[in-house]
């Protein structure tokens, strides 16, 4: 079946721009995670929804990233004011539901880079 | 603060057996205990995980330490279609799932 897609897969801006990422998960997945990945470093979290309610946004690094999921099945991450240190691959992961019992499946990414 | 520990990179000969460790010495006994690999420009791929007994599928198995603080997975017989980086990763029950900066595996023809 579908898998977890993640558009665009790469993404270039001046900075000082304004970005939109695209997760679509898997089909009836409630949960869904966003990550960012730094060259050489494992995913680090950034949010977490469970459905439509955005339950964790503590590893959000700035006020610049805000992400969204209204219906509770594609979500948007979204960066303001773009800056250099934003450079990174962006990971979106859903899994079944909120139990860790549940692997994640991710998409393979959104490779950002910021001029 | 929860955290996971493997060693930076490993080599294999294909066709031997791979035990890549890891350290998760902050888990609390009720989080499952998860590993992944990631091959260059894509996302990580689930691999296997476990509770508290010993786990295997047809990818892996997971040897997990009687006090949980450690795991181990295992690759039966390495393939060049093995290298990647894998890592280990749990939940600390707040959704904020755990990564380390995992394990390059380096198989040897």
């Known amino acids: 079946g579908a898998g977890v897609s993640q558009s665009p897969r790469y993404k270039v801006a001046k900075r000082g721009q304004d970005v939109a990422l695209r997760c679509d998960p898997i089909s009836g997945h409630v949960s869904l995670f966003w990550y960012q990945q730094a060259l050489g470093q494992g995913p680090e979290f950034l949010t977490y929804?469970?459905?439509?309610?955005?339950?964790?946004k503590s590893g959000l690094p700035s006020d610049r990233f805000f992400a969204e999921r209204p219906e509770g099945s594609v979500s948007t991450l979204k960066i303001q004011r773009t800056q250099q240190e934003d450079s990174a691959v962006y990971l979106c992961a859903s899994s079944l539901n909120r139990y860790s019992n549940q692997p994640q499946h991710f998409g393979d990414g959104t490779r950002l880079s910021i001029l | 603060d929860a955290k996971t520990t493997q060693p930076n990179s490993m080599e294999s000969n294909e066709e031997e057996p791979v035990h890549l460790p890891c350290n998760h010495s902050?888990?609390?006994?009720?989080?499952?205990i998860h590993w992944y690999r990631q091959l260059p420009s894509q996302g990580p791929e689930y691999v296997i995980h476990?509770?508290?007994s010993n786990v295997n599928n047809r990818m892996a198995s997971l040897a997990i330490a009687e006090d949980r603080k450690s795991s181990t997975l295992i690759l039966h017989r390495a393939t060049l279609r093995d290298a990647a980086v894998y890592y280990c990763s749990y939940d600390p029950g707040t959704y904020k799932y755990i990564f380390g900066t995992g394990t390059r595996l380096k198989v040897l023809a």
């Open positions: 476990g509770l508290t």
């Open positions: 902050t888990i609390s006994g009720t989080d499952y």
């Open positions: 929804f469970q459905n439509e309610a955005q339950l964790d």
